[in-house]
């Protein structure tokens, strides 16, 4: 039985050969998926295990305060057994080119970096030139330098405290470390550690790494640094803390490497309803000669043997296919990856191959194509051999037909339950992941519940659309539409590949799409201020002259001043430290309704607003009272929570009014003023007033709320591009999977063709109804995916709101152009079984096997 199944292959390897294209390239999307998850995996273990004998501790704030007072860096050092102690310090600067204009892109500012003086704690790394050392020099990271075409000696310059600028000359080219590397393409710039927190104007610094002196263990250290820093800091060894941060970066990649996983499996899946459908019509086209096995003396287990194993033999060179192919696409893959590696440096790096990779990316293979044929090779080995003497085998049982409707209802009413209970949780603001698990849940179980269905309602379909193709071809239309309608199983197999792929690509556009609305209308209800006027450099007021003339300005509304906290304003909520920011009251007026619950209309001595995730997580809500110690002083105040923020809000996460802040922290200027135009004023004559009030202060970066929302929705475009990227493997063997159905059902009723040709069809007329027939099926997947996309990204989008404004949006144009590509793909699928058809000799069709 083993040598017939080799010879089922070898005999109709033309027609196994889309299936196993389809396996290969689901085990090649498994296959690159590891290979490439596993580099990344090697090479940032291998990163951070560079430095365990060279961190000793590092000292940390608690709570949602994160930087400490720079004046602790001092107290760190002075304690016994301390060799190096050195803080974070880098903050937003403009950087400006030498030619007046800024480095950064449109909106985007750059970041200033102290560099300590010993390079073991350095954040950078020196690739080029050397380090800055004198007073007017700066080191830069090398890709802004590339991207600007500047070199060493060339001339930058920088915003100084008094609104003016200063020249600094590059002195070396720099690689940002992790710790930088967040920034992306954001220019960075390095300066002495001391001369930074000068230009910066620092007060507080981020985490203090620790050195030890020879002969004091990590250990130690930390017992003597908590003595010596109390409780409301945290310290840790340097095992401690790169343990931590290689669960933070590792639990990131654990992320991407399950949405891969899972785009994989998508993979998997259309390829199996490829093969499915490829074998179930090998049976049928195999009838009589199944049963002349079964006459000749062949059992049930032999023949559904034999059936197994030429799906064995076709899953193991698919898979053996994939395999190269996966390689390859990790390798080309592999400089995508460079620039999603958070700081870690892939270029060279050899692909981590390892064995357990390749063993389970041909056990997929070989596991799918096993299930998915299993079906097919059971309803082989159930044939009679009296069916040797049938033309043709029985129409499907209704049993089957009885257990798919049930299926479809079942599923269809539990995925409706689950995914209306997801999406009402979701109205009240309860926890996002539980609503997504619930509503992604439902989605999922009302697919299964259309394809279960498909055979119930695809052949009416087929007739709504059909009256279409009669009217354009006529008779070929009709006898298209029939061939559909009077096999509905096969036609439900056939297009359940397209409605998976079509279903996961339509909801991710609906997905971005409605993050972009919620976006957008987030920012018009939560950040209702046409500019954001922000001071570079740590403490830099906003220069007197220009809030002055923007007051002074017909075509501005209003001004909002806030007061950014800092480690001296520091308050203590309910035992945790949070940092607010002093907002003058005039927020009441200008923007009352911009919160999620309560109304900034009172906002004013007395009050506070917090965000609401914070909110929720200190379980705090609107119209409580709460006690708040200033941290650095001790002054302590009642104040009455007004309202809750959104993400986007510009006065969050903490808010207090003006008056209260100047309190605690009188020292701490205007940094930030939110803007409104006057009534009727154009966007141009605004943006013109404003330029002309911040010009000769390039300390002074304004963010239109225009820019600011196109950088949100650059994200997400760029989100979209890589998840349909992923999906498109996916899209394509769903297409595979009509054009093989398409040729072996051609190849299943070549009798059938002849004898209309016989009949008088001509080579034009059955070309006609092939290509009809191809059109519609993929019109029906299409259809029915964009359709079924549509809902489940409106469910899932309800669910996964990032903001709490959600908004539905769908593109017009996204779903046409996939309506005409699915017309276009059934034309395609359907030319080469038609052209076969038609030139076939009518005495070669009506030739029996």
Request: overall charge positive.
């Amino acid at each position: 039985m083993l040598r017939l199944a080799w010879a089922n292959v070898v005999v109709r390897r033309s027609r196994l050969a889309m299936s196993a294209l389809g396996v290969a390239l689901a085990v090649a999307f498994v296959c690159g998926t590891f290979i490439v998850t596993d580099t990344m995996r090697t090479a940032l273990i291998d990163s951070l295990s560079q430095s365990p004998s060279q961190l000793s501790a590092a000292v940390m704030r608690l709570g949602q305060a994160r930087t400490v007072p720079r004046e602790l860096v001092d107290r760190v050092r002075a304690v016994p057994g301390v060799a190096v102690a050195e803080g974070d310090l880098y903050g937003a600067m403009t950087v400006l080119g030498p030619d007046g204009r800024r480095l950064s892109a449109e909106g985007d500012r750059g970041v200033l970096a102290g560099i300590p003086a010993d390079e073991r704690l350095s954040p950078v790394r020196l690739v080029a030139g050397r380090a800055a050392s004198a007073r007017n020099e700066v080191v830069l990271d090398q890709i802004t330098a590339r991207a600007h075409g500047l070199a060493i000696g060339s001339t930058v310059s920088l915003p100084d405290p008094a609104g003016g600028t200063d020249p600094y000359v590059i002195s070396g080219l720099v690689q940002p470390g992790p710790k930088l590397a967040k920034y992306g393409t954001t220019a960075i710039v390095g300066m002495p550690y001391e001369r930074a927190a000068v230009v910066l104007n620092a007060v507080a610094v981020g985490r203090i790494d620790v050195l030890a002196q020879p002969g004091v263990t990590p250990e130690e250290l930390v017992t003597r640094l908590r003595a010596a820093l109390g409780s409301g800091y945290g310290v840790l060894t340097g095992e401690e803390v790169r343990r931590m941060e290689a669960n933070e970066a590792l639990s990131a990649l654990d992320a991407f490497i399950s949405s891969l996983v899972i785009f994989a499996l998508i993979s998997v899946l259309i390829s199996g309803f490829v093969v499915y459908n490829t074998f179930s019509i090998l049976v049928v086209q195999r009838f009589r000669e199944t049963a002349l096995l079964r006459c000749v003396g062949a059992t049930r287990r032999q023949v559904l043997r034999t059936a197994l194993a030429e799906s064995a033999l076709v899953g193991l060179f698919a898979s053996a296919a994939g395999l190269a192919i996966g390689v390859g696409l990790a390798h080309a893959a592999m400089g995508t990856v460079i620039d999603m590696a958070d700081g870690i440096d892939l270029a060279g790096t050899a692909l981590d191959i390892r064995p357990g990779t390749l063993v389970l990316a041909v056990l997929t293979g070989l596991g799918m194509t096993l299930v998915a044929a299993a079906i097919p090779a059971l309803r082989a080995g159930r044939v009679l051999p009296v069916a040797a003497l049938r033309e043709a085998h029985a129409a499907p049982a209704s049993g089957r037909r009885r257990r798919s409707a049930v299926l479809a209802v079942v599923a269809g009413v539990a995925g409706l339950a689950l995914a209306g209970y997801g999406v009402a949780i979701a109205d009240t603001g309860d926890d996002s992941q539980t609503e997504l698990v619930f509503t992604g849940a439902g989605a999922a179980l009302v697919l299964v519940a259309v394809l279960a269905a498909g055979p119930r309602y695809l052949p009416p379909l087929a007739g709504a659309i059909g009256r279409g193709a009669r009217r354009l071809t006529g008779t070929p239309g009709r006898l298209a539409v029939e061939n559909i309608r009077r096999n509905p199983s096969r036609s439900a197999t056939t297009t359940a590949a397209l409605i998976i792929g079509l279903t996961l690509v339509t909801l991710v556009s609906v997905l971005t799409s409605s993050m972009a609305a919620s976006i957008e209308a987030g920012y018009a209800k939560h950040s209702p201020f046409d500019y954001t006027l922000v001071a570079e450099g740590g403490n830099a007021p906003i220069p007197p002259k220009v809030q002055s003339a923007l007051e002074s300005s017909p075509q501005v509304g209003g001004l909002v001043p806030i007061r950014q906290g800092g480690v001296r304003a520091d308050i203590v909520v309910k035992g945790e430290l949070l940092r607010p920011q002093g907002v003058h009251p005039k927020v009441a007026e200008l923007a009352p309704g911009a919160v999620t619950r309560g109304t900034l209309a009172g906002f004013g001595p007395g009050s506070i607003a917090l965000e609401r995730k914070l909110a929720e997580r200190m379980r705090i809500d609107v119209g409580d009272v709460l006690d708040v110690r200033a941290d650095a002083t001790g002054i302590a105040m009642e104040l009455r929570v007004v309202a809750l923020l959104d993400g986007l809000s510009p006065i969050g996460p903490v808010a207090m009014a003006e008056p209260d802040f100047v309190r605690i922290a009188p020292d701490k200027p205007v940094s930030v003023l939110l803007l409104r135009g006057a009534n009727g004023v154009a966007e141009p004559r605004l943006r013109a007033a404003v330029d002309a009030a911040v010009a000769g202060y390039p300390s002074v970066a304004a963010l239109s709320r225009v820019v600011a929302a196109r950088q949100w929705n650059t994200s997400v475009e760029t989100l979209r591009t890589l998840l349909l990227a992923l999906l498109g493997l996916s899209v394509v063997i769903a297409f595979f999977s009509l054009a093989n159905t398409m040729s072996l059902s051609v190849a299943e009723r070549r009798g059938e063709f002849g004898l209309l040709r016989a009949l008088g069809m001509t080579r034009d007329q059955l070309r006609r109804t092939l290509t009809a027939e191809s059109v519609v099926m993929s019109m029906l997947g299409v259809g029915v995916g964009i359709v079924l996309g549509i809902v489940c990204g409106w469910a899932l989008s309800r669910s996964l709101a990032i903001v709490s404004e959600a908004r539905f949006a769908v593109s017009g144009a996204f779903v046409a152009a996939f309506a005409a590509l699915g017309v276009l793909v059934g034309m395609a699928a359907g030319v080469l079984p038609a052209r076969r058809s038609a030139t076939a000799p009518i005495v070669e069709s009506l030739r029996k096997e």
